[in-house]
């Protein structure tokens, strides 16, 4: 019913920049929560930026003043910019959606949506 698909990741030298985007279709009404997690090889899954409907990002500590998380709540998308790149940051980057509300659905489902993963490679 509802379906991720992250874009914009590649292989970039440490110092350089991505920008991620996270699109969500399907029977949508509204998207409570949507966040970036990132997943490097023999490493769990971490989350790096959270984003409520109406509230203020959140980011992980590794990430601030580096990674800035922004949504589109009318086209359900969300952007995350990255800026200043280090090789620790290679991963598989994940979109999640959470909270949703489904068209014709007066309550929120309690699935959590997630993407197929994109790749950011940060090395020189």
């Known amino acids: 019913q509802v379906q991720l698909v992250e874009s914009g990741g590649g292989l970039v030298q440490p110092g350089g920049s991505l920008r991620l985007s996270c699109s969500a279709s399907?029977?949508?009404?509204?998207?409570?929560?949507m966040d970036w997690y990132r997943q490097a090889p023999g490493k769990q899954r971490e989350l790096v930026a959270s984003?409520?409907?109406?509230?203020?990002?959140k980011y992980a500590d590794s990430v601030k003043d580096r990674f800035t998380v922004s949504r589109d709540n009318a086209k359900n998308t969300m952007v995350l910019q990255m800026n200043n790149l280090k090789p620790e940051d290679t991963a598989v980057y994940f979109c999640?959606?959470?909270?949703?509300?489904?068209?014709?659905?007066?309550?929120?489902?309690?699935?959590?949506?997630w993407g197929q993963g994109t790749q950011v490679t940060v090395s020189s």
């Open positions: 999640n959606a959470g909270g949703v509300r489904l068209s014709g659905s007066y309550s929120l489902s309690k699935d959590v949506y």
């Open positions: 984003t409520t409907n109406g509230g203020s990002p």
């Open positions: 399907g029977s949508i009404f509204s998207i409570y929560t």
